[in-house]
């Protein structure tokens, strides 16, 4: 193929996927060839669902695509990301799992300790969001599940608002993968952030969970995304690749949060099913850069 075809061709791919929204049905490997992202959407990426790629891996895969931001790693492993320029955009390591949280409060004494060590670490690397979770409801009520968490997530405000680091709580689904879990529909959680009352309390508005206990997407991004500090993805049934197989129309969904005026990250939660996990990183990556 002559250098001018080869050109040609490439330059049909690229209209071709961007009339989809998107490269939903191409293999792409992370490459220059495809162009710099927007700028318009703070990207980041979850480790665990690329297990058993390393940490360091993925840092060096994630600059290759133009983004430099991990979710969920703890202090242990911040030297890891800092060797690379790349940051945390969503902390853990002060929680007890997903399934002992904020709604008992036998945990809360644990909990506290655990967010007043990790919140000034964060501070000093330069770290903005740490999650924290409900727990499983375990026979409790919604109010005084509410109430529980309210009581404890109220003793570290004031260290969180000092330290300038928001503590952001996950709404996950309690029908397929966190069975019993309580904070598991938006009005539960915006309701928390009410009783709170603080701008460093928000929600961790996971689009895969939500999708399966509401729907209603961007209807409930737009009336309640003054709660929703951070978002997560995956394909839905199977949360795996976020590409034509599945049913959320990403582009129309990140669009919507953009419409928002947030500045904050969105962050990829996909399990890879592809055995390139890194061109299923950069297609879900170009998927959502509006
Ligand atoms: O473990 C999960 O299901 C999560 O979404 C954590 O972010």
Redesign the pocket.
């Known amino acids: 193929m002559t250098d001018f075809s080869r050109r040609k061709n490439l330059k049909k791919l690229a209209l071709a996927t961007t009339a989809f929204g998107g490269l939903p049905y191409l293999n792409l490997k992370a490459s220059p060839l495809n162009g710099p992202l927007k700028g318009n959407v703070n990207h980041a990426v979850?480790h665990w669902p690329f297990n058993p790629m390393t940490l360091e891996e993925l840092c060096i895969g994630i600059k290759k695509i133009g983004f430099n931001a991990i979710d969920?790693v703890g202090p242990n492993n911040w030297h890891i990301l800092q060797k690379h320029d790349v940051v945390c955009s969503m902390c853990n390591g002060a929680d007890l799992g997903?399934v002992q949280g904020f709604n008992d409060p036998q945990n809360h004494n644990k909990l506290i300790q655990g967010y007043e060590e990790v919140i000034p670490l964060m501070a000093k690397a330069g770290y903005k969001n740490i999650?924290a979770f409900s727990g499983n409801r375990k026979g409790m009520d919604d109010e005084t599940g509410l109430k529980n968490c309210a009581e404890g997530l109220k003793k570290i405000m004031g260290l969180a608002e000092r330290h300038g680091v928001t503590v952001v709580m996950?709404l996950?689904n309690s029908r397929v993968?966190?069975p019993d879990y309580m904070c598991d529909k938006s009005d539960w959680g915006v309701e928390l952030c009410k009783m709170v009352d603080s701008e460093h309390l928000k929600l961790?508005y996971?689009i895969y969970?939500m999708q399966i206990m509401e729907g209603d997407l961007i209807r409930t991004i737009k009336k309640n995304h003054q709660y929703f500090g951070h978002y997560?993805t995956a394909g839905n049934p199977g949360r795996n690749e976020i590409d034509e197989t599945q049913e959320i129309n990403y582009p129309a969904v990140i669009r919507a949060i953009l419409n928002t005026g947030f500045k904050g990250y969105i962050c990829q939660?996909f399990i890879p099913k592809s055995t390139d996990k890194m061109a299923s990183l950069e297609q879900a990556i170009r998927i959502c850069d509006i």
Do not use: A, K
Request: aromatic content about 0%; proline content about 0%; some cysteine.
């Open positions: 979850c969920l997903i999650i996950e996950l993968d966190h961790l996971d969970h997560h939660e």
